[in-house]
């Protein structure tokens, strides 16, 4: 399913967030939105998921406009892994995994075996099973955001929004989320995300957001140059291709390797 995003303004209060945003991300692909904190990449998912509704501008799935879709089925479309945790109530584990699985249930509709198959294989996916029934507000922060991951999958949508999905995450499991991300089948994924070098490995196109605005798309060696990361994010590094992985590899210089 291909996510188009047409010309989206957003405001919080009287501040402009959003200006005039475009991107289309093509079906099944894996998609980052990187920049710096506060340039409105959150928003922006927050947008493409109706949490906030845009000043102007559209945004279609595969051609459908989601301001015209009921919640249901934006849900059956669309899964979002957000920064905060919803939980206020002492769920366990498997009941907040099976919260994905309402869109696809009809009102007070009893839980089937293929529900519980499908709570199971997403557990399994993001090494949660063992943790079933525990209480989730028991859990680290990274075994919850594991748990979230897991609920999105179980919601089975087309489309993934994933807000910052390995902040929290200790590195085996950046890469076990990553790698799982990226081998999800006809699921396009767009991830903000802060890690330049994850960004680079796993993303097929990267948008840099800058002050609301979209400051340059496309691949991870297209986009990452010295002189982005000057401008953009106020670093300065030295980018290779990995002779291993063949991806953008990126070294952050201190200033102090710089000028002593
Ligand atoms: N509820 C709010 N009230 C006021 N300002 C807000 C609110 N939410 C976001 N903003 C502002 O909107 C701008 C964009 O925020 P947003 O969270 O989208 O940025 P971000 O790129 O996701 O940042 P980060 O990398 O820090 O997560 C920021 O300047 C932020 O302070």
């Known amino acids: 399913m291909d996510v188009s995003i047409k010309d989206i303004s957003a405001s919080i209060g009287k501040r402009k967030v959003l200006k005039e945003v475009n991107l289309n991300i093509h079906s099944g692909e894996v998609a980052g939105i990187i920049g710096p904190n506060g340039s409105g990449k959150s928003t922006l998912l927050k947008n493409m998921s109706r949490v906030i509704r845009p000043d102007a501008g559209v945004i279609t799935l595969s051609g459908e406009y989601i301001d015209k879709m009921s919640s249901r089925k934006l849900s059956q479309h669309l899964a979002i892994v957000s920064q905060e945790s919803p939980v206020t109530f002492d769920f366990t584990v498997r009941e907040i995994v099976l919260m994905g ?3 696809h249930k009809g009102f007070l509709k009893a839980d089937t075996k293929h529900d519980e198959d499908i709570i199971d294989l997403a557990l399994e996916k993001v090494g ?9 507000s028991s859990l680290s922060g990274g075994e919850k955001q594991r748990v979230m991951i897991a609920r999105a999958l179980a919601q089975e949508a087309k489309v993934l929004l994933l807000d910052e999905p390995t902040n929290h995450l200790d590195v085996h499991h950046q890469i076990q989320i990553m790698d ?6 006809n699921i396009t994924v767009i991830a903000a995300l802060h890690d330049l070098n994850l960004a680079a490995y796993y993303c097929d196109r990267i948008f840099v957001m800058h002050q609301g605005e979209i400051a340059a798309y496309g691949s991870p060696e297209e986009v990452l140059t010295k002189q982005l990361l000057k401008e953009i994010f106020r670093v300065n590094a030295d980018i290779n291709i990995h002779p291993l992985t063949k991806k953008t590899h990126i070294t952050f210089l201190s200033e102090s390797l710089l000028y002593d």
């Open 128 to 136: 949660m099973q063992e943790f079933k029934q525990r209480s989730f």
């Open 180 to 185: 799982l991300v990226q081998k999800l089948k």
């Open 101 to 103: 699985r309402s869109p």
